[in-house]
């Protein structure tokens, strides 16, 4: 599991910043819709938060550091 648990908190780590940096450009930008897009990051965000919170205590996986392939 720490394998598998190592590279699911990479992609909920990327997912994280993927959805942060969306949001941003969504405020930026002049798009239709953008106070619903940025609600439904808003809940992306926490789900996403929420599964890092959890393999981290639960199930004891550690956080990912810069370099650590």
């Known amino acids: 599991m720490a394998t598998n648990g190592a590279s699911l908190m990479r992609a909920l780590f990327a997912g994280t910043v993927g959805v942060a ?6 405020r ?6 953008a106070g619903l ?23 004891d996986v550690a956080l990912p550091t810069a370099g650590s392939d």
């Open 37 to 59: 897009l940025v609600s439904i990051g808003s809940v992306l965000l926490v789900g996403l938060v929420g599964g890092i919170l959890y393999l981290h205590v639960v199930n």
């Open 28 to 33: 930026g930008l002049a798009v239709p819709f």
């Open 21 to 26: 940096l969306g949001m941003l450009a969504v």
